[in-house]
């Protein structure tokens, strides 16, 4: 009896710890189930995925759908960059939404202003017979629609895009930040962010107003400075080929000079398609001495004067040329 007792309870003792280290089991299964198997863990691989710039991934995740638009933005060093202006990215705990589905929401900051992003997910098969699966509930990737005056090009988040008639429209993740911008040798326009925070979200097109660069506006500047001086170069009333032009009723009794007192403001406008010179304006001041024809009495001249003229743009890649135009 002693021996059977004795034996029961040894049975007894391994039976208790069996039930102890299944249900240790358990509660182990489902602490790893939530942490590393919930809807919170799918949404934080998608933001991973986006901060490395990997877009095939991510885009498997969100089982979005990818409208007819650029894809520049869609992988590498573009994608990534939409992830470097959010700051303070939490994710929070899953709640029940409707249709059995979990909402889990992303909270961040963009320059400062509090925002956040809805992800809707639903469950899929166990793995392993114990762990979850949570899948995105699809979508349709949003766009960003952009134009340019007078370029066929631009870039998003730095990387080129072609603008075919100067507009295009791309394709882009959320959450991120998007900034558009072009620049060339000759013309530039600053840049324009568009913050993007969901599949639903309505965003203001980009229109990208490009401008002569300071270097164009300086080229351009040494052109008509250097045509004008030459002009002054002419000790005649009215020098050939100038927008200068003076008269005298009396005989010019000395040389004649005309000096630049303000040069022309240089602006570079777009115009049908093209790029031209708005009307330009030089100020002079004509020096000389003349002697009235009736009395023989000399007199110095001094005369201010203002004289507009327009000249002719064409550039052609970084070549650039400035021809004056002047009618009479």
Known sequence: MKNGTALIRIAAAWLLL????????????????????G??????????????GDGSRALGLLQAKVPSANAAALDGPALAQTQAALGDVRVADAVDAAGNQKRVTVSYTVDGEELSTDFLLVSGPRQWLFFDTWTMVP???????????????????????NMPAGRNSFAVFYPGSYELEFRS?????????????GADQAV???????????DLL?????????????CAQQAVLMPTGCPMTAISNNRVASPITWTIVGYPAITITPFNGQW?????????????????????????VK??????????????????????????
């Not at 040798?185 to 925070?197: D, K």
């Not at 300086?218 to 030459?230: E, H, P």
């Not at 005369?303 to 052609?316: P, R």
């Open 18 to 37: 069996f039930m102890l280290g299944i249900a240790a089991a358990m509660i182990t299964i489902g602490v790893v189930n939530s942490r590393e198997f």
């Open 185 to 197: 040798a000759l013309f530039a326009a600053p840049p324009v962010t568009r913050v993007v925070t």
């Open 303 to 328: 005369q201010n004067s203002e004289f507009e003229f327009t000249a002719k743009l064409q550039i052609s890649g970084t070549d650039v040329s400035v021809t004056p135009v002047i009618n009479y």
């Open 276 to 300: 031209v010179l708005a009307p330009l304006t030089v100020k002079t001041q004509l020096a000389f001495e003349e002697q009235d024809l009736f009395t023989g009495v000399l007199q110095n």
């Open 204 to 214: 203001p097109a980009v229109a990208l107003a490009s401008g002569p660069t300071s």
């Open 218 to 230: 300086a080229q351009v500047d040494g052109v008509i400075r250097k045509y004008l001086d030459d």
């Open 39 to 52: 809807p919170e863990k799918t949404v934080q691989h998608y933001l991973q995925a986006l901060r490395e």
């Open 139 to 161: 979508s349709t990737l949003p766009t960003v629609s952009a134009s340019v005056v007078n370029a066929n090009e631009a870039s998003i988040n730095g990387v080129p895009a």
